[in-house]
């Protein structure tokens, strides 16, 4: 399991000291939550926190992007920094094509999918894809409630992928916590994104060290 903290619930003004706390804690990998205030109602990270990431770690870096239009915009945080990128299947027309962009950058190309959107969406794109991103909240805003029915989509997925021989990580991403983390592991994510959990404590090295521990 890696653990990608989101920056989303750090303190921005300490966002060395936060990023090098939560690497010391085990952290393996930074999130980076993009919201355009139009596909979700939030509004936050442009181009230039990515640069002020990647200047203040060695750590890959993911973005996600919870943006219209993400074919128009993808490229300048890939120049700013994202090693790891992913669009919503339900924001982007046409996927295959941003997708073979993404991997003709030398990125990891994900997709996202919201909590209510069938695995279906998934089935013709998903041998092209490096990771698939289940969203375990309704993407928008940090310290949601983690929602349990996304647990068994885990599964469903992780069995699809090893069913058709495919090498595609499942990341989560949503209300994760110290006693939910264990559970979404076991279903299959290999990749966990966590916010307040890590940071909300005021020590994220504990905060990162307490979530990789509960999975035993």
Request: aromatic letters at 4%.
């Given at each position: ?6 920056i989303?619930?750090?303190?921005l003004g300490?966002l060395?000291e ?11 990998m930074v999130?980076?939550d993009?919201m355009d ?5 939030n509004?936050t990270?442009?181009?230039a ?11 890959p ?9 993400a074919e128009?915009r993808?490229d300048a945080?890939m120049?700013a920094g994202a090693g790891w990128v992913s669009?919503?299947?339900?924001a982007?027309?046409?996927?295959q094509?941003?997708?073979?962009h993404?991997?003709?950058r030398?990125v ?8 209510a ?5 998934l089935?013709?794109?998903?041998p092209e894809?490096d990771y698939?991103?289940?969203m375990t909240?309704?993407?928008g805003y ?5 929602l349990?029915?996304?647990v068994?989509k885990v599964?469903?997925?992780?069995a ?5 021989g495919l ?7 949503g209300?994760?916590?110290?006693d939910n983390?264990?559970?979404v592991?076991?279903?299959g994510?290999?990749?966990?994104v966590?916010?307040?959990?890590v940071f909300h404590?005021g020590?994220?090295?504990?905060g990162?060290r307490?979530?990789?521990?509960a999975c035993?």
């Amino acid at each position: 399991m890696i653990l990608a903290p989101s920056i989303l619930a750090a303190d921005l003004g300490r966002l060395a000291e936060e990023l090098a706390a939560a690497e010391r804690g085990g952290a393996g990998m930074v999130h980076v939550d993009v919201m355009d205030g139009h596909f979700v109602p939030n509004l936050t990270f442009g181009p230039a926190i990515v640069e002020s990431v990647r200047r203040a770690t060695r750590l890959p870096i993911d973005v996600h992007l919870m943006i219209e239009n993400a074919e128009h915009r993808a490229d300048a945080f890939m120049d700013a920094g994202a090693g790891w990128v992913s669009v919503h299947v339900e924001a982007v027309t046409h996927l295959q094509r941003m997708i073979a962009h993404l991997r003709g950058r030398g990125v990891k190309a994900g997709v996202a999918v919201n909590p209510a959107t069938p695995l279906s969406s998934l089935e013709e794109i998903l041998p092209e894809l490096d990771y698939v991103l289940l969203m375990t909240v309704n993407p928008g805003y940090s310290g949601q409630e983690f929602l349990p029915a996304v647990v068994e989509k885990v599964r469903r997925l992780r069995a699809s992928v090893q069913a058709r021989g495919l090498d595609v990580k499942i990341e989560v991403d949503g209300g994760i916590a110290a006693d939910n983390i264990a559970t979404v592991v076991s279903a299959g994510a290999e990749l966990v994104v966590a916010g307040a959990a890590v940071f909300h404590g005021g020590d994220a090295e504990a905060g990162a060290r307490r979530l990789i521990e509960a999975c035993g």
